[in-house]
């Protein structure tokens, strides 16, 4: 009875864990700075990392490498080249992609953040226009 008793103790340790670091993973929303962009090869998007429960930018996260892809109806997602700028400081986290077409692109995004044991992702959209529009 007692290995049964470790082995549910055990069961119970992990299974908390699991379902915290899923929870993790929860607390964290990527935003867009600034929504609408110019269409351009080299035009410049940045997403804000917020840690949701205190409402915070999260100011010194690892930023994996991003995709950026229009999606498009009927047929795959279009990708285009996307690298990685330098963070502000100030929770900001900066790329330039070529954004060669009008409409809606998804930028796809990864971090690691101290002392979370998951990897935060999301898809963050953007909406490029000809000419600069600035709402």
Do not use: C
């Not at 069961?11 to 607390?27: F, V």
């Not at 929770?91 to 409409?103: C, E, H, I, K, P």
Request: without cysteine; glycine residues 10%; hydrophobic residues 45%.
């Amino acid at each position: 009875m007692r290995k049964l008793g470790g082995v549910l103790l055990l069961s119970a340790l992990l299974a908390g864990s699991s379902a915290s670091a899923w929870a993790d993973a929860k607390d964290y929303r990527f935003e867009a700075v600034q929504p609408h962009v110019a269409v351009a090869s080299d035009s410049a998007v940045a997403v804000r990392l917020v840690h949701v429960p205190s409402g915070k930018p999260v100011t010194d996260a690892i930023i994996l490498p991003a995709k950026m892809e229009m999606p498009m109806a009927g047929m795959g997602p279009m990708p285009t080249k996307v690298s990685s700028g330098k963070p502000d400081g100030k929770g900001a986290y900066a790329f330039t992609a070529d954004l060669s077409m009008a409409g809606t692109w998804m930028l796809q995004v990864a971090a690691k953040v101290q002392g979370e044991p998951s990897t935060i992702t999301g898809s963050v959209p953007f909406t490029a226009a000809n000419g600069s529009h600035n709402h």
